[in-house]
């Protein structure tokens, strides 16, 4: 691990009342008192102080705040600066900081550093970077546990549990069966399968941690002019998506993120479906309404009259134009009027009820990423083979499950490639 000395804004960019800089490396106490003036300073104290320049000029009147190693974020010793959020207040401190040895950090670099430290691992790292793009409360609560450790404590168990199985497989080849406990073979078996029917559910959850992650996709879908860049407008509450009685007027999806009971939505109005669709340029739009349908979490099925018809179990059945329909009779559809707004607060409840049965305990379960996903598939194929193995052969058994340890050492970063930890650490901005 490089051994500079770094810093970075760690507070936003832009004109503010006061910016947050922080700094950390070896040895940094020295530095504080030069930069304050003062005789002495405690750990995890704050002090006001007139901050100088190697010139010893004041660049501005600051609150200082020094962390000792190990007990500071990135387990060196870190400086945080509390200064005013002018532009010129910053490059000014950052010029000093550079006088003083110091260099700009890159993105990631303080949580890596941390991660070297054993203040954090891969886990808690996917954490924080989820928890600093949170923008619903749904998010924040499921990037929060992870940031916690919620998550490694699970990867933590699973792997103690398999590295226990692969001794007991690897012991069996090397002592006699009186000196093992009673029907041990069986056991692991059984362990094993226990531990690869937890790894898949956890994996049958992915979808829902996306969804709660990345935002629930809603995709409005029907037949040209059936009202749905009118909904969509009522939805998002601007006039985001082109109203017109021309058919085929919206040829590319249209979205918006919005926020719905605490979840992040992506809603997208798509193209009207038809089959006699002869523009090149609509029939493309119609394409990646296809693809929008696929992709979504759930399909809104935009009709402007009674009609009874089946839906899918992520899809919802909305009937516009209720103004102009006498009786709103069919089971299970929401009828909404995009004209006088009648209906919308009840559609938006609906879907928020959908979502709540979807997603409600989603924030509890492990924040499944690309990466993790694919080492925990690994972790339960491999525990899968292990029960399916040679029942006189455990030496195979036990390279079975030692593998699916390695992979969950890997989400934690306890076994990681260089390539791994790059693409984990670069989620991350300045300052973290």
């Keep these: 691990m490089n051994a500079d000395t770094i810093f970075a804004l760690s507070s936003g960019h832009g ?42 000029d004041v ?27 002018a532009a010129a207040v910053i490059e000014k401190i950052f010029d000093d900081l550079r006088a003083r040895g110091s260099r700009m950090a890159v993105p990631g670099e303080f949580s890596r550093r941390a991660f070297y430290n054993d203040k954090m691992d891969l886990t808690d790292v996917d954490g924080l970077a989820a928890l600093l793009d949170a923008k619903t409360d749904a998010q924040r609560k499921s990037a929060l546990r992870s940031m916690m450790g919620g998550d490694a404590k699970i990867y933590d168990a699973w792997r103690a549990r398999m590295i226990e199985i692969s001794a007991y497989a690897a012991a069996m080849t090397d002592y006699a069966d009186d000196e093992l406990p009673a029907n041990i073979g069986e056991k692991i078996r059984v362990a094993a399968s226990a531990l690869c029917d937890e790894i898949n559910t956890a994996l049958s959850r992915y979808a829902a941690v996306r969804a709660v992650r990345g935002g629930f996709n809603i995709t409005l879908a029907g037949r040209p002019n059936v009202g749905k860049s009118s ?11 082109i109203v017109s009685d021309t058919p085929g007027t919206t040829r590319d999806v249209v979205g918006a993120t919005i926020d719905i009971d605490g979840f992040m939505v992506n809603i997208s109005d798509t ?72 209906g919308i607060d009840d559609l938006l409840c609906a879907i928020a009820d959908r979502m709540h049965e979807m997603l409600d305990g989603a924030d509890g379960a492990l924040a499944i990423n690309v990466r993790t996903r694919g080492l925990l598939e690994m972790a339960a194929d491999e525990l899968k083979s292990a029960v399916l ?13 030692r593998r699916a340890s390695d992979a969950i050492g890997k989400i934690l970063g306890t076994i990681t490639a260089a390539e791994v930890m790059d693409a984990t650490f670069s989620q991350l901005c300045l300052g973290k």
């Design 15 to 56: 004109k503010s009342g006061v910016a947050v800089i922080r700094v950390s490396g070896d040895n940094l106490r020295d530095a504080f008192l030069s930069m304050t003036g003062r005789a002495s300073i405690g750990a995890r104290h704050a002090y006001l102080a007139n901050l100088r320049d190697v010139h010893g």
């Design 271 to 342: 193209a009207g479906l038809r089959d006699d669709a002869s523009d090149a340029i609509e029939k493309i739009g119609i394409e990646k309404t296809h693809d929008e349908i696929e992709n979504a979490d759930l399909v809104l099925r935009v009709y402007d009259e009674n009609v009874d018809v089946c839906v899918g179990t992520n899809e919802m059945l909305v009937i516009n134009k209720s103004d102009l329909i006498s009786e709103n009779n069919i089971p299970g559809a929401v009828y909404v009027s995009a004209k006088t707004g009648a």
């Design 231 to 241: 909904i969509f407008n009522r939805i998002v509450g601007a006039n985001r998506a």
């Design 59 to 85: 660049i501005d009147q600051v609150l200082m705040l020094y962390f000792s190693a190990p007990n500071s974020f990135t387990g060196e010793d870190v400086i945080e600066i509390h200064c005013h959020g």
């Design 389 to 401: 193995s040679p029942r006189d052969d455990y030496d195979i058994f036990a390279e079975h499950t």
